[in-house]
């Protein structure tokens, strides 16, 4: 039998993206990859198994190498870091992350507070500016925080920016660019290496083409 690749794929937004930019580097997927509930879709004809997983947890079954390799948002990356390669741009459900609050936000009391669900990232994020802040993770809808008065700030994605408009949110800082990235477990890459060598320098075509 021929090896298999266990790909790990982030349902929800990125997925779209990822399974488009597999199938124009030649990887035959399924229908039932876009259509169906299933948490395990196999895809023979590419030589692949797939495990659709929370984008933030794409991550951890690529470091525990249940899965060899996987997509996932350079958000998650920076948030933990995790005993994975990064091995390509996949360059992706571009967007970025960004404080925001609403509009006319002045300062008050000595740590304001501030929503994420990248609390790590957050925390550095001020640190490095030399402000003290407290930081309440939020798994989602981080945008409700300061409107409830939850907290005076959040850092988040901000894609194509309607979130913060239609609440009437401003942005106030830029904090750093974010594309997906294909990730590899490093034992996976010792044993797969052909396999994985191979996606990457397939993937990595389309990518330029894409970019011309
Ligand atoms: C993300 C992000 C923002 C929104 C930004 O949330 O956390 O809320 O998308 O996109 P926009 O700039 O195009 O409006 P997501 O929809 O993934 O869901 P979540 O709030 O549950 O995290």
């Not at 459900?93 to 994420?116: F, N, Q, R, T, W």
């Amino acid at each position: 039998m021929n090896e298999l690749l266990t790909v790990a794929m982030p349902k929800g937004r990125i997925f779209e993206e990822a399974a488009e930019l597999l199938r124009k580097a030649g990887y035959g997927l399924p229908q039932e990859f876009d259509d169906s509930r299933k948490l395990i879709v196999d895809a023979p004809e590419a030589g692949m198994r797939f495990i659709l997983a929370k984008p933030m947890d794409v991550p951890t079954y690529v470091e525990h190498g249940v899965a060899d390799v996987g997509v996932a948002g350079k958000d998650t990356m920076i948030e933990e870091e995790r005993d994975v390669y990064e091995v390509l741009d996949l360059k992706i459900s571009e967007c970025y992350l960004a404080v925001a609050g609403l509009p006319g936000y002045v300062e008050k009391g000595i740590a304001p507070k501030v929503a994420s669900k990248y609390p790590n990232l957050a925390t550095q994020y001020f640190k490095e500016q030399g402000e003290q802040v407290e930081v309440i993770k939020l798994n989602g809808s981080i945008e409700l925080a300061p409107l409830v008065g939850l907290a005076d700030r959040i850092v988040d994605i901000v894609s194509t920016g309607r979130t913060l408009k239609e609440n009437g949110l401003v942005e106030l800082e830029t904090i750093v660019p974010i594309t997906s990235r294909l990730i590899v477990n490093p034992v996976s890459y010792r044993v797969k290496d052909k396999l994985i060598d191979e996606l990457v320098e397939r993937l990595a075509k389309v990518i330029e083409e894409d970019e011309q």
